[in-house]
């Protein structure tokens, strides 16, 4: 009954920003909420993830001082402040759910179904 629900994905232009929010609900005692991106012929890669309890956050080098993580315990909700947006951030992003950290996708335990970013150089 684990349900991860992606939104805010959409079309901005280079240098833009976008704000995706998680919603998750179910029981899931999952500590950690990670966000991966896949883009067309690609492999599914790790953008970064935060703990339930301290919000500590992890990002992937290519996103570190463009991309913030945060979490809202009480509204179990996740989100991922996207900034100085890249064409090479064109991806569908999604929302996971891991018993610790990790940056692996096969660690993560439940997923949701993604939302389209699209930058435009």
């Known amino acids: 009954q684990v349900q991860l629900v992606e939104s805010g994905g959409g079309l901005v232009q280079a240098g833009g920003s976008l704000r995706l929010s998680c919603a998750a609900s179910?029981?899931?005692?999952?500590?950690?909420m990670g966000w991966f991106r896949q883009a067309p012929g690609k492999e599914r890669e790790f953008v970064g993830a935060?703990?339930?309890?301290?919000?500590?956050?992890h990002y992937a080098d290519s996103v570190k001082g463009r991309f913030t993580i945060s979490r809202d315990n009480a509204k179990n909700t996740v989100n991922l402040q996207m900034n100085s947006l890249k064409p090479e951030d064109t991806a569908v992003y999604y929302c996971?759910?891991?018993?610790?950290?990790?940056?692996?996708?096969?660690?993560?335990?439940?997923w949701g179904q993604g939302t389209q970013v699209t930058v435009s150089s």
């Open positions: 996971a759910a891991a018993p610790r950290m990790a940056v692996l996708s096969d660690e993560y335990d439940y």
């Open positions: 179910g029981r899931f005692s999952s500590s950690v």
């Open positions: 935060i703990t339930w309890s301290a919000g500590t956050p």
